[in-house]
Nanobody
Framework: QVQLVESGGGLVQAGGSLRLSCAAS????????MGWYRQAPGKQRELVASITSGRSTNYADSVKGRFTISKDNAKNTVYLQMNSLKPEDTVAYYCAADRAYYSGSSPNGMNYWGKGTLVTVSS
């Protein structure tokens, strides 16, 4: 099993920045894809960004140029640097991972999930 623990969420003003972290533990063998998803109340969970062990990245169009995903293999941690935050970025963010190489956007492609961290952007 894989455990994912997010941190770094909080309250920020529009235009500000936050960095989310996700620490993975447990059975990390061949954990080839990690990513961030977000979900607003009553809506489907959607991809924010993902990164593979080969450092191939995938971003939602709504965050391109503002958010950057990265990973530190030594720390088994993936990060999401969020700049130029907008009020519409206010949702819960979830860390996800899978052993497969996954370049798609569906949350069904990920088997392991964190409990989420809330980001609130005030206008």
């Amino acid at each position: 099993q894989v455990q994912l623990v997010e941190s770094g969420g909080g309250l920020v003003q529009a235009g500000g920045s936050l960095r989310l972290s996700c620490a993975a533990s447990g059975s990390l063998f061949r954990l080839n894809t990690m990513g961030w998803y977000r979900q607003a109340p009553g809506k489907q969970r959607e991809l924010v960004a993902s990164i593979t062990s080969g450092r191939s990245t995938n971003y939602a169009d709504s965050v391109k140029g503002r958010f950057t995903i990265s990973k530190d293999n030594a720390k088994n941690t993936v990060y999401l640097q969020m700049n130029s935050l907008k009020p519409e970025d206010t949702v819960a963010y979830y860390c996800a991972a899978d052993r497969a190489y996954y370049s798609g956007s569906s949350p069904n492609g990920m088997n392991y999930w964190g409990k989420g961290t809330l980001v609130t952007v005030s206008s």
